[in-house]
């Protein structure tokens, strides 16, 4: 059974930053790629960063120059590096591995708010 566990979520003021990490029970290197989505209250999920096994990366406009995806091999962790936060940030944060198929954690809470 492949687990995801997100930690590193919490409440934070806007324009403050914080550090996202999901550790996987199996080497990270076995995902095509990992990524974090996120979903807000009564929206759909959406897909914020993703990283591949070569270190490419892509990220949603609405986050894109503010946050990066990084990864550690070597601790089977993946990192969403999170600063110049918004309120509309604020949403669950979800860790996802992809194989032939996708895992998923179950999630971290990221509020932004003063």
């Known amino acids: 059974q492949v687990q995801l566990v997100e930690s590193g979520g919490g409440l934070v003021q806007p324009g403050g930053s914080l550090r996202l990490s999901c550790e996987a029970s199996i080497s990270i290197a076995s995902f095509v790629f990992m990524g974090w989505y996120r979903q807000a209250p009564g929206k759909e999920r959406e897909l914020v960063a993703t990283i591949t096994t070569r270190g490419s990366t892509n990220y949603a406009d609405s986050v894109n120059g503010r946050f990066t995806i990084s990864r550690d091999n070597a601790k089977n962790t993946v990192y969403l590096q999170m600063n110049s936060l918004k309120p509309e940030d604020t949403a669950v944060y979800y860790c996802?591995?992809?194989?032939?198929?996708?895992?998923w954690g179950q999630g971290t809470q990221v509020t932004v708010s003063s």
């Open positions: 996802n591995g992809k194989t032939y198929r996708d895992y």
